[in-house]
């Protein structure tokens, strides 16, 4: 019955039969569950064409104190489902001392074979670099993305985007390729002229509250700003600045509003908490200064222009 469960549940989380699987996980966050009832549940899920992997990490047991690492006993040290897997499954296991992975299914052996060749524990050869050219998923069963070792992987690329010109930014729980800013020039060059438009006092003013005060609804925007904001409102929407975030539980069910992944790109940071400090609204200026909050990061990321070409739907400036 747990094992049916957690299938549809894993299966409600968008895995699905024939997926290559890496998975974090927390055996405190599934009351009632073995280890068994885990891996028999992902593996009936996968079925035949599918991979599962898991970390088997081991830098408590391998390391500087002691210099050995054996693939078939050296115990990992990233809780009891990996350590399960590795004991009672015939998985693969990556010769790395501190980030091996073990894994079993079709593309087992893709994954692990090679990690050994790497002179770092996440470089293009470990299972997390392969799981990615692999058209891989991660999945997090209660523990959060905080133990992405996947990350570990991006930022071996990074490193190797350094000679290149291009880097990797990350936007909330998104990474993107981008060009690096000093080639700009030559990349606008190979392109056609596209029309640039910047936002206008009005838009910055509404993002500003948005930004801010986030989810909101159009009526708490007109409260702060003292006017009717609903074309504004709709602008930002067909732009991809703001989107809708679900309905507020009070009569008429109204909108609430929040920012996107492509403000945070605009606006040249990685998450909210980047933005500047809430400024004081109970003053006389809170409105001037909450909008400069947001001006003040318009010499970052694009500058808050927006390539409308690119987008979508068209329409007129901000």
Do not use: W
Not at 10 to 17: D, H, K, M, Q
Not at 225 to 240: A, N
Request: negative net charge.
């Amino acid at each position: 019955m747990i094992q049916k469960q957690l299938a549809e549940g894993f299966e409600a989380l968008g895995i699905r039969s024939g997926d290559t699987l890496l998975v974090h996980s927390s055996l405190k966050s599934l009351e009632g569950a073995s280890p068994a009832d885990v891996i028999e549940a992902l593996l009936a899920l996968l079925g035949p064409e599918g991979t599962l992997m898991l970390p088997t990490l081991s830098y408590l047991y391998a390391n500087r104190d002691n210099p050995v690492f054996d693939v078939r006993r050296t115990p990992s040290n990233v809780g009891a489902i990996p350590e399960y897997f590795r004991t009672e499954y015939p998985v693969l296991r990556s010769l790395c001392p501190t980030h091996s992975c073990a894994a079993v299914g079709l593309r087992a052996e893709y994954l692990t074979g090679s990690h050994h060749l790497d002179e770092t524990p996440c470089g293009p050869n470990s299972p997390f670099s392969r799981l990615r050219d692999a058209g891989g998923k991660v999945l997090f069963i209660g523990c959060g993305t905080r133990p992405n070792t996947s990350m570990h992987a991006v930022e071996e690329l990074q490193r190797e985007c350094e000679r290149r010109g291009v880097t990797i930014h990350r936007y909330g729980d998104h990474l993107r390729m981008e060009t690096r800013s000093e080639y700009a020039p030559y990349v606008e060059r190979l392109l056609q002229p596209v029309q640039r438009q910047s936002l206008t006092q009005t838009a910055m003013e509404t993002l500003a509250v948005i930004a801010y005060f986030q989810p909101v609804t159009r009526a708490y925007v007109d409260e702060v700003r003292g006017v009717d904001s609903s074309y504004t409102v709709s602008s930002l929407v067909e732009k991809g600045l703001i989107e809708a975030a679900g309905r507020l539980e009070a009569p008429g069910r109204p909108t609430l509003y929040r920012t996107t992944e492509a403000f945070l790109r605009v606006m040249g940071v990685s998450e909210l908490e980047e933005l500047p400090p809430l400024p004081d609204m109970s003053s006389t200026d809170g409105l001037e200064k909450l909008q400069g909050a947001i001006n003040a990061l318009r010499g970052r990321g694009e500058q808050m222009e927006m390539d409308l070409e690119n987008q979508e739907t068209g329409g007129d400036a901000l």
